[in-house]
């Protein structure tokens, strides 16, 4: 296993900035759009994709080498969002018993996250991209971290909207798309960079 | 007429993408084509119809507390299937769709529709009911990857529709054209509702006089 500092840091700037999960990837729309109404639920929120996000990773590096091995790897999707389900339970049963603080911080966000498009996608991306286990681990570290970026950016800018005078038609969904166009167009000067 | 009605609410009143606000992911990610959009709304229908079907004939069989895990094996499989048919058939199409395909599994409508829908009902209605709502999301994603596709670059299908004098904006293919396009989309939608709303509550007020 090589550890090349460049390519590790093109990995974590491109996986925080340029290609951005929620809005340059468009992966985890749902949640974005759901729960980035106050910034106290979208920081939990986003605390809880990093987490499972990143055991993610880890694990299915290793159920994807025993899927190759046995040579089964049609049953990629299948097993990835099996151990995905299984992964949030787990975390989700062991910070009740361990951490209850934390478990009732995250409260209902960590269910959520079984569909929350961004953890499969970054399971799906890490065998695509053909990362060893310290790539893979950090990618979806720091892919989950981009996702909590925009996140928690977003309900900074609604919890402002809240007082603001949004015309009838655009109240609701339609500003958020808006700002979130903006914030894709800001995030789009990241391209480009190099390392 | 009621099958009817099963078919027909996904195209206005509970229309996934416009008004449920469901499954984003895709109608955001890959209308940069009209052909990309067609083909990831038809797997999408594909994907719908077949888990619809298959969780109304095991609606009695899955215990209620493992469920959602039954659901989601079932969807799992019928995307496997999409995904590779796909690969076979239109090489070119999946690579253009890329992750998008796997992610069908993850698509809110699907779960939704069988957690709301095909667990209660037989199977007839749960066919319906499934192509009914993929067809609005084929739907859907042909108007937001037709807007993207004529204003980004100034084609649709692929041919030149436009006087060669427009300049293509290429914003509206690259991701915050994406937003955009939804957001007027959304918002548009939102203006008619409300005056049909009260329209009707107009015709409500004159009947009784």
Redesign the interface.
């Known amino acids: 296993m090589k550890l090349d500092f460049s390519t590790l840091m093109t990995i974590i700037i491109g996986a925080i900035f340029i290609n951005n999960f929620v809005l340059s990837r468009f992966l985890g729309i749902c949640p974005f759009v759901g729960v980035s109404r106050s910034l106290e639920s979208s920081f939990g929120m986003g605390m809880a994709v990093i987490f499972v996000m990143t055991l993610t990773g880890f694990v299915t590096y290793f159920v994807n080498l025993i899927l190759v091995i046995t040579r089964v790897e049609y049953l990629q999707m299948m097993c990835f969002i099996i151990v995905i389900a299984a992964l949030v339970q787990f975390v989700e049963m062991f910070l009740q018993k361990f951490n209850p603080t934390l478990y009732s911080a995250l409260g209902i966000y960590l269910p959520l996250i079984t569909t929350n498009c961004a953890v499969l996608a970054v399971a799906l991306l890490n065998v695509k991209e053909g990362y060893n286990l310290i790539e893979a681990v950090l990618f979806s570290f720091f892919a989950a971290a981009g996702f909590a970026l925009a996140l928690v950016i977003m309900a900074g800018i609604r919890e402002r909207l809240e007082i603001t005078d949004v015309p009838r038609t655009m109240q609701g969904v339609p500003i958020t798309f808006i700002i979130a166009a903006i914030l894709s167009l800001a995030f789009m000067g990241f391209s480009g960079m190099k390392f | 007429m009621s099958n009817w009605k099963e078919f027909s609410k996904g195209f206005w009143a509970e229309n996934p993408t416009f008004r449920l ?5 895709a109608p ?2 890959i209308t940069t084509s009209v052909k990309n959009g067609v083909g990831m709304g038809v797997s999408t229908t594909a994907v719908l119809v077949a888990s619809n079907i298959w969780i109304s004939i095991l609606r009695n069989a899955i215990p209620n507390q493992i469920r ?2 039954c659901f ?2 079932v969807i ?2 019928f ?2 299937i999409v ?2 048919s796909v690969h076979a058939f239109s090489p070119v199409l999946y690579d253009a769709l890329g ?1 998008f395909i ?2 069908i ?4 409508i699907i ?1 939704g529709r069988a957690e709301a829908f095909a667990s209660k009902n037989q199977i007839w209605p749960s066919a319906l009911d499934g192509l009914g709502m993929g067809l609005a999301f084929t739907v859907n994603l042909t108007i937001i990857s037709g807007i993207r596709e004529l204003i980004g670059s100034g084609q649709l299908l692929g041919r030149p529709v436009v006087p060669p004098a427009y300049q293509p904006s290429l ?1 509206m293919i ?7 396009t ?3 989309l ?2 548009g939608m ?2 008619i509702s409300r005056r049909l709303e009260i329209r009707r509550a107009a015709e409500r007020k004159e009947a009784p006089q």
């Open positions: 606000v469901l499954g984003m992911c955001l990610a959602i895990p989601i094996v799992a499989a995307t496997t995904d590779l992750i796997p992610l599994v993850v698509n809110c779960l914003v690259l991701p915050p054209g994406g937003f955009i939804l957001a007027f959304i918002a939102n203006v």
